[in-house]
């Protein structure tokens, strides 16, 4: 029903900024709930920043005031500017999409896109 296509990864210096693109094809972006998930090798994965259909949003304390999540509902798009990137932010990063209704839970994953901080 969802497909999630992440883009924007790549090597950057400590300090530096990216910008993350999860692009969704399917119906009905506008009613799930979007993640960006990292995992790092040997780490379990972790969600790192959260929006709600409805625009509400939340961070993992480690990138509060450095990373923010928005979405385009427009262009079935989310976004993570991640910016002061620092060497622990390194790992793959996903997107999720969910949404929650009486019975179950739809969730659906992009492939991930590799992030590397380093000098």
């Known amino acids: 029903q969802v497909q999630l296509v992440e883009s924007g990864g790549g090597l950057v210096q400590p300090g530096g900024s990216l910008r993350l693109s999860c692009a969704a094809s399917?119906?009905?972006?506008?009613?799930?709930?979007m993640g960006w998930y990292r995992q790092a090798p040997g780490k379990q994965r972790e969600l790192v920043a959260g929006?709600?259909?409805?625009?509400?949003?939340n961070y993992v304390d480690s990138v509060k005031g450095r990373f923010a999540i928005s979405r385009d509902n427009a262009k079935n798009t989310v976004y993570l500017q991640m910016n002061s990137l620092k060497p622990e932010d390194t790992a793959v990063y996903y997107c999720?999409?969910?949404?929650?209704?009486?019975?179950?839970?739809?969730?659906?994953w992009g492939q991930g896109t590799q992030v590397t901080v380093s000098s």
């Open positions: 999720n999409a969910q949404h929650r209704w009486y019975l179950s839970t739809d969730n659906y």
């Open positions: 929006i709600t259909s409805g625009g509400s949003t």
């Open positions: 399917g119906s009905s972006f506008s009613i799930y709930d």
